[in-house]
């Protein structure tokens, strides 16, 4: 899978049909390969609205270079995101943790940044 002309890596999803009387779309999706994966549902929502819930796994900090990461950067992000809700292109309530281990920068030589870059989302709305 690509986006915008990038490219993503393997990409799976399944349809769940049973959601469609709800006038909603909702698909399982996982991303990666099997050591790397990392698995959600996301449910379009009239009015535009995306839901992810679910959001768990971990994922090279390399596989995002050229979409949230320049390039050279390593680490791993790990997800645990229970529901990110979608509004007009932007987060609008988030539940979960985002956290990235190993960070290192191209510029920082062999030393890294370390483990310390955590966010915590609390959001309920």
């Not at 449910?43 to 050229?66: D, F, K, N």
């Amino acid at each position: 899978a690509t986006w915008r002309g990038t490219p993503l890596g393997p990409l799976r999803w399944s349809n769940r049909f049973w959601r469609l009387p709800l006038l909603e779309l909702s698909y399982a999706v996982e991303y990666g390969p099997p050591a790397e994966t990392v698995r959600f549902d996301v449910g379009l929502r009239p009015g535009g609205r995306i839901e992810l819930a679910g959001v768990r796994g971990s994922i090279p900090v390399s596989r995002l270079h050229g979409l949230f990461a320049p390039r050279g950067w390593t680490g791993t992000v790990v997800l645990d995101v229970t529901r990110l809700a979608i509004v007009g292109g932007r987060p609008a309530a988030a539940q979960g943790t985002i956290q990235v281990r190993g960070l290192g920068a191209p510029y920082a030589g062999s030393g890294g940044l370390g483990d310390g870059l955590r966010e915590e989302f609390r959001d309920s709305a």
